[in-house]
T-cell receptor, first 113, second 117 residues
């Protein structure tokens, strides 16, 4: 039973356009959500997070939107750059701590020049 | 930024042998470290939580006698896969928790690719 779902295994976007990565969750107790970026043969790198008390968090080209009623969050990257090509993992936790992260399966983003 | 290293980065071993993987936090002390396993096209699955100076906490379905975890110092945790079998072949990633309670961040190592023949 997957509590965090990333239903799109891959996404291809043209450089300069917007990339939208989606994530759904089933556990209504989750109150903190994170996005990680992972290059091949490397560990995940923290990208951006959002608390359930907010519906949007922005950091440069990256914005995360949270829709609690739909149990859905999304990561927007604009403009997309070739260096953004990686696997993006959505993760969720309870209590605001990163101590117990539940990960989705990831979405492989390819940004084409 | 915080740096977490893993050694070795990849290992090939024969079935029945034991393999030790080290996870180090290089520029900070970590009371808590985590061990994950990732199979192809799957998500990172938490195996166990490693606490310095105490026994590790294992997730349901993870055999503690097969995956031995030792967190002997604030900068080092080790995972030993005992009597490894081909089904243990996977990508093992550790992370270290840094920060004050409630504001912690997990920093991940680069992972260790294990292939059991």
């Amino acid at each position: 039973d997957q509590q965090v779902k990333q239903n799109s295994p891959s996404l291809s976007v043209q450089e300069g356009r917007i990339s939208i990565l989606n994530c759904d969750y089933t556990n209504s107790m989750f109150d903190y959500f994170l996005w990680y970026k992972k290059y091949p043969a490397e560990g995940p790198t923290f990208l951006i997070s959002i608390s359930s008390i907010k519906d949007k968090n922005e950091d440069g080209r990256f914005t995360v939107f949270l829709n609690k009623s739909a149990k859905h969050l999304s990561l927007h990257i604009v403009p997309s750059q070739p260096g953004d090509s990686a696997v993006y993992f959505c993760a969720a936790t309870i209590g605001g701590s990163q101590g117990n992260l539940i990960f989705g399966k990831g979405t492989k983003l390819s940004v084409k020049p | 930024g915080a740096v977490v290293s893993q050694h070795p980065s990849w290992v090939i071993c024969k079935s029945g042998t034991s393999v030790k993987i080290e996870c180090r936090s290089l520029d900070f002390q970590a009371t808590t470290m985590f061990w994950y396993r990732q199979f192809p096209k799957q998500s990172l699955m938490l195996m166990a939580t490693s606490n310095e100076g105490s026994k590790a906490t294992y997730e349901q379905g993870v055999e503690k006698d097969k995956f031995l975890i030792n967190h002997a110092s604030l900068t080092l945790s080790t995972l030993t896969v005992t009597s490894a079998h081909p089904e243990d072949s996977s990508f093992y990633i550790c992370s270290a928790l840094r920060g004050d309670r409630g504001f912690e961040t997990q920093y991940f190592g680069p992972g260790t690719r294990l292939l059991v023949l």
